[in-house]
């Protein structure tokens, strides 16, 4: 009895908390909450329309490329170009840029496979530019240089006594070395990229027939993408990228943005843009914006691919795509009023620059992700005076998903894990965006991605020799999973596909 006199008044204070909670939620619901949703939903609607016109526009343009087989690249007769050039022997000198941070686990790759490039071994030179702050690192990358160097490659090891300007720094400093003067053309590599042998055969040829070229650019190919389902979902959402997004922009305007490496540049495409600039943390596609508006033109070759790695780590791809999402928010809001006044592109060209290149696919899509489908779609749930509009909560989206994952045939099946990551992402991404519009405190945020390269091969090793899955043998693919609850939830789900 003692004990039911002492619940009674919690009881109570329970139910009277509830019931003033759920009076105070019904007195706001229709005045306040529903008209702000109702307002929400229009403006998400608004965003999810125009990002839906942009997909099925470049959905289009590819049917269009691929039926009538007229992508870029193909119209220039490669093997013509290359059996001239090889007949008159006038090539070109090349100068190979590998730029690189505390790469202890991938110098040897990019260095090697950069040494290994078919050409004349007198008419290209290689620029390794070391910003390590590691000194016993730097003393291997150099002892590797030199090896190289011994086998009759010319490789040049740089050192900075600081990191000005990061990578756009280091990059704008190899160009002004005295060696560099008769150099033509420049590609870049970063520290984890394993170019071909042949690929100056199939990118300088292209340069050399078109002056008015200023940028050809080959696709990645990802060594780790079958690691885990992180590296997977990565995979998905790159093959967009680049099997839609860079080829359509190569073939309706000449124009798409710089991925950073796995490039070659027409070295006075450069020098006319105003050179690298470090004023964001995309200074490829700043360089790639400035060249445009100078009115060179770019091709993407996407046959031509260079294997590389994608992050294994969950922390290391948030700060990857911290970067990749701020950096063009801060872009856009840098350049606008330079690509409005530009005089020398065309009005469509404008157009395409500011609304669809960044507007909608750097800006949209971001917030889209995350403020309709993460926000407002669970809220309208909550209230039932608001009814979303069928094409708007499914049609819509259901479209724009099967538009990136039919890139990745073999992915298909993941789709829905490939959902769930991106709402995720989208959150940081949706930050990344607002904090370069703002230029607010991380604006400038510098992380270098974490590569694993021998090491992710060893544990990889390692992991062969345990149990197999039951479905299929593959390894452990959870390498790093202390670095975040979801990388570890996606390794365990990977396990289980």
């Avoid at 299929?472 to 975040?484: K, L, V, W």
């Amino acid at each position: 009895m003692r004990n039911l006199v002492l619940q009674e008044p919690e009881v109570r204070v329970t139910n009277d908390a509830t019931s003033s909670l759920s009076y105070a939620w019904q007195c706001i619901r229709v005045p306040v909450i529903a008209p702000l949703l109702w307002f929400a939903i229009f403006v998400c609607a608004a965003m999810s329309i125009m990002l839906f016109i942009e997909r099925v526009y470049m959905a289009i343009i590819i049917i269009c490329v691929k039926v009538m087989r007229k992508k870029r690249y193909t119209k220039y007769k490669l093997d013509a170009m290359k059996e001239d050039l090889e007949l008159k022997k006038t090539y070109p000198k090349v100068l190979i840029q590998i730029p690189m941070y505390n790469e202890k686990e991938v110098y040897k790759l990019s260095i090697g496979a950069a040494s290994s490039i078919s050409w004349p071994s007198d008419r290209f030179i290689i620029q390794v530019l070391d910003d390590s702050t590691n000194e016993a690192l730097r003393v291997m990358v150099e002892l590797e240089c030199r090896k190289w160097t011994d086998k009759g490659v010319n490789v040049k090891y740089e050192t900075r006594n600081n990191r000005n300007g990061y990578k756009a720094g280091a990059l704008r400093e190899g160009l002004q070395k005295q060696y560099v003067e008769d150099c033509e053309f420049v590609a870049i590599f970063d520290a984890d990229f394993q170019p071909e042998k042949n690929f100056l055969w199939r990118t300088i040829p292209y340069l050399l027939e078109n002056p008015g070229l200023g940028l050809v650019q080959a696709r990645w190919k990802f060594v780790n993408a079958d690691e885990c389902l992180m590296t997977r979902l990565q995979e998905m959402s790159l093959d967009y990228h680049f099997s839609i997004e860079q080829e359509v922009g190569s073939s309706t305007c000449s124009f798409f943005g710089f991925n950073g490496t796995a490039g070659v540049w027409r070295i006075q495409a450069i020098n006319d843009a105003g050179g690298w600039k470090d004023r964001t943390t995309v200074e490829d596609m700043d360089l790639a914006v400035r060249a445009s508006l100078k009115g060179w033109k770019f091709l993407f070759v996407g046959d031509l691919s260079v294997k590389n790695e994608l992050p294994s780590t969950f922390k290391a791809y948030r700060y990857q795509q911290h970067r990749w999402s701020c950096g063009p928010a801060n872009l856009f809001r840098k350049m606008t009023k330079e690509i409005i006044l530009c005089e020398r592109v065309s009005t469509w060209k404008k157009f395409h620059v500011i609304y669809a290149f960044f507007f909608v696919r750097k800006i949209i899509a971001h917030w889209v992700t995350f403020f309709f489908y993460c926000v407002v779609i669970p809220l309208s749930v909550l209230v039932p005076e608001v009814a979303l509009p069928k094409p708007i909560a499914i049609y819509i989206p259901a479209t724009i998903t099967f538009l990136n994952a039919i890139c990745t045939p073999r992915s298909l099946h993941l789709v829905v894990f490939w959902i769930l990551f991106e709402n995720v992402m989208s959150l940081h991404r949706t930050k990344a965006a607002i904090i370069g519009l703002l230029e607010a405190n991380r604006v400038n945020e510098w992380v270098v991605t974490e590569k694993l390269g021998n090491l992710m091969k060893q544990k990889n090793a390692k992991a062969s020799k345990k149990s197999r899955s039951q479905i299929g043998e593959r390894p452990d693919p959870c390498i790093g999973a202390d670095n975040g609850d979801v990388y570890a939830t996606l390794c365990n789900l990977q396990s289980s596909i």
